[in-house]
């Protein structure tokens, strides 16, 4: 069952950038505030950024003022430009809606590393 499609990690040098989308179903997308999530090795799954559906943003601090979290309502589409990237962004990125519900996609993998 659809539900998120994430896209466009990789392997960065600190402080470059990269951009994540995630493709959402629109039953789960419409109406929703949207997240992005990461998880480290060893670490639990935590929410980094969220969007309500009129654009309204909140980041935790480890991200305010590097990360930016957008979306496009037509195209149920949530997108995380990630800037000034450090190591400890290491992690497997996620969307979800916020809270989340129990349906994860298979995330994508971003490595900050010289």
């Known amino acids: 069952q659809f539900q998120f499609v994430e896209s466009g990690g990789g392997l960065v040098q600190p402080g470059g950038s990269l951009r994540l989308s995630c493709a959402a179903s629109r039953s789960i997308f419409s109406g929703a505030i949207m997240g992005w999530y990461r998880q480290a090795p060893g670490n639990q799954r935590d929410m980094i950024a969220f969007i309500t559906r009129a654009g309204e943003t909140s980041y935790v601090d480890s991200v305010k003022g590097r990360f930016t979290i957008s979306r496009n309502n037509a195209n149920y589409t949530v997108f995380l430009q990630m800037d000034t990237l450090k190591p400890e962004d290491t992690a497997v990125y996620y969307c979800?809606?916020?809270?989340?519900?129990?349906?994860w996609g298979q995330g994508t993998q971003v490595t900050v590393s010289s």
């Open positions: 979800n809606t916020y809270p989340r519900n129990k349906f």
